[in-house]
């Protein structure tokens, strides 16, 4: 059975760095894109960016280019987003999900985590 699981949320100050993991399990990773999305309260999931399958090629969005880097490392069946220069508005509950595509579509991720809350203020 597929499953992922986010750590490494919690409060931190505006200008300031959280790397979020994502730790995978049931699928073989190098099979798979890992996105990560996230969502404010009153709104809709976004992406943020995604690494892709094989290469390792990442995308963000434009609310993560500049601050936000996926990586992954498949000898520990884990993917990682690290945050730097968080802003208030980066306050969400972050997801990570799994795709056998390369694609940010939220509706073609068919494996989700539970998510792990991030609270930027000062």
């Known amino acids: 059975q597929a499953q992922l699981v986010e750590s490494g949320g919690g409060l931190v100050q505006p200008g300031g760095s959280l790397s979020l993991s994502c730790l995978t399990s049931g699928f073989t990773l190098d099979y798979y894109a890992i996105g990560w999305f996230r969502q404010a309260p009153g709104k809709q999931r976004e992406g943020v960016g995604y690494?892709?399958?094989?290469?390792?090629?990442?995308y963000y969005t434009d609310s993560a280019k500049g601050r936000f880097t996926v990586s992954r490392d498949e000898s520990k069946n884990t993917v990682y987003l690290q945050m730097n220069n968080l802003k208030p508005e980066d306050t969400a509950v972050y997801y990570c999900?799994?795709?056998?595509?390369?694609?940010?579509?939220?509706?073609?991720?068919?494996?989700w985590g539970r998510g792990t809350q991030v609270t930027v203020s000062s």
């Open positions: 690494i892709t399958k094989r290469t390792g090629a990442a």
């Open positions: 999900a799994a795709t056998n595509l390369a694609t940010m579509e939220r509706d073609d991720y068919h494996y």
